[in-house]
């Protein structure tokens, strides 16, 4: 995983490269990708990327650190990594090697769903996307006038208005996401939150602790608790590093985390705090400190109340 300093460089020689060109896309809402027929103007696109170079300026000035979307809890200044498994078709299509195929060019902004806006050249390059929203376009059956020569006049088709804000980037390979609501709001990520935190559910059954892990697929409604387990359960986690009697006497000699423990030695579920503590004892969420002997939540820095 780059680095933020590295992060930065990477897409400054891209924006600064002579031959730094952009080509933009349009996703459909059928799924299906085609070519937003640009004029051949090179003011034009001097002017489009400038813009984003801006914006990305903007969003990566006081950028302090990279992490990964499973892991993430909303940190001013901070950038996401997209590391789940599965991705949603915007990223998809992103992944794809769109530049080097055929396709077909459009001058139609309606069924729009975003645009996919490729920056650089073959050896570097960005792909950015952007959502449409349908308040971006003014269509014709509204009277518009436009300037022609300092002449004003009707405009005869669909104005659609431009701005540099998007949503997430792919560099490398690696999709980069720096505001988490914005994706969670367009992308449908919740699905995908759920799959793969099911994946994870079925991982702790795997040890054969808890007495019930329905419970834990209940609370999977909700995208926090899914991102939480996916972070608990995925590679070089507590489950791959600890056995199940040694986080067997970890809770029971700790019973103020509201776990309780069956006949049978297995872990009971039945408050939504003890759900929320075990959740919190996989991802090491609960640390004592070795100067004051206090319990503390490691994010929050707050001493954990029973």
């Given at each position: ?37 640009l ?31 499973s ?21 998809e ?16 902004f ?25 308040i ?92 939480k387990v996916?972070?608990?359960c ?54 004592i ?18």
């Amino acid at each position: 995983m780059l680095n933020v300093e590295e992060l930065n460089n990477k897409i400054k020689n891209i924006f600064e490269n002579e031959i730094t060109g952009i080509n933009i896309y349009v996703l459909m809402k059928n799924n299906e990708l085609k070519k937003l027929n640009l004029i051949d103007d090179q003011e034009m696109e001097n002017d489009l990327i400038k813009g984003f170079k801006e914006s990305f300026h903007q969003k990566l000035k006081e950028l302090e650190k990279i992490d990964k979307y499973s892991e993430a809890d909303k940190i001013e200044n901070h950038i996401y990594l997209y590391d789940l498994a599965n991705k949603p078709i915007q990223m998809e299509k992103m992944l794809e090697d769109f530049s080097s195929q055929e396709i077909e060019t459009t001058t139609d902004f309606l069924d729009i769903e975003g645009f996919l806006i490729l920056i650089g050249s073959e050896i570097q390059k960005i792909v950015i996307y952007k959502k449409y929203y349908a308040i971006n376009l003014l269509k014709k059956d509204k009277f518009l006038f436009m300037n022609i020569n300092d002449r004003i006049t009707k405009a005869d088709s669909e104005v659609l208005r431009f701005d540099f804000n998007f949503e997430f980037f792919l560099l490398e390979n690696n999709i980069y996401i720096p505001n988490i609501d914005k994706l969670e709001k367009i992308c449908k990520i919740y699905d995908i939150l759920k799959k793969e935190a099911s994946n994870g559910i079925k991982k702790i059954e795997e040890i054969n602790i808890l007495e019930n892990t329905s419970v834990l697929l209940e609370e999977l409604e909700k995208s926090s608790f899914a991102k939480k387990v996916i972070k608990a359960c995925g590679e070089n986690g507590i489950l791959d590093n600890i056995n199940k009697e040694k986080l067997l006497k970890y809770v029971k000699d700790n019973p103020h985390y509201s776990i309780k423990v069956n006949t049978q030695n297995k872990l009971i579920l039945n408050t939504k705090k003890a759900i929320q503590n075990f959740i919190k004892i996989l991802n090491e969420e609960i640390l004592i400190s070795k100067l004051t002997n206090t319990e503390y939540e490691v994010h929050s820095k707050n001493k954990f109340t029973e």
